[in-house]
């Protein structure tokens, strides 16, 4: 079993930066390919980032790429996503996600540990 704790939400304004970090509890972390979900009020939950075991693999949801980088430190059981020029449409509940796998997934289902997620709310 996966524990997975997420930190670094907040409420920001337009055009500033952010980054969220999921500790995760399992030793063998690095057997895992990692997630970031968003989902924001009345609307369904969200591809945002994926990153391989190793790191080497990485996947972005269209509407973030170029603003927001996944990356992990295995040593520290942690995943990161940074989030940069963040727009009042990037406001949403984020959530940290483990996938018994290495290869990177766009999909909710594939990713069996899920955190509880962290607010970001950015004004405009």
């Given at each position: 079993q996966v524990q997975l704790v997420e930190s670094?939400?907040?409420?920001?304004?337009?055009?500033?930066?952010?980054?969220?970090?999921?500790?995760?509890s399992e030793r063998t972390f690095s057997r895992y390919a990692m997630g970031w979900f968003r989902q924001a009020p009345g609307k369904e939950r969200e591809f945002v980032a994926s990153?391989?075991?190793?790191?080497?693999?990485?996947?972005?949801?269209?509407s973030v790429k170029g603003r927001f980088t996944i990356s992990r430190d295995n040593a520290?059981?942690?995943v990161y996503l940074q989030m940069n020029s963040l727009k009042p449409e990037?406001?949403?509940?984020y959530y940290c996600a483990a996938r018994v796998a290495n290869w990177v997934s766009s999909l909710a289902a594939d990713?069996?540990?899920?955190?509880?997620?962290?607010?970001?709310t950015v004004s405009s």
């Amino acid at each position: 079993q996966v524990q997975l704790v997420e930190s670094g939400g907040g409420l920001v304004q337009a055009g500033a930066s952010l980054r969220l970090s999921c500790a995760a509890s399992e030793r063998t972390f690095s057997r895992y390919a990692m997630g970031w979900f968003r989902q924001a009020p009345g609307k369904e939950r969200e591809f945002v980032a994926s990153v391989s075991w190793s790191g080497g693999i990485i996947d972005y949801a269209d509407s973030v790429k170029g603003r927001f980088t996944i990356s992990r430190d295995n040593a520290k059981n942690t995943v990161y996503l940074q989030m940069n020029s963040l727009k009042p449409e990037d406001t949403a509940v984020y959530y940290c996600a483990a996938r018994v796998a290495n290869w990177v997934s766009s999909l909710a289902a594939d990713y069996r540990y899920w955190g509880q997620g962290t607010q970001v709310t950015v004004s405009s």
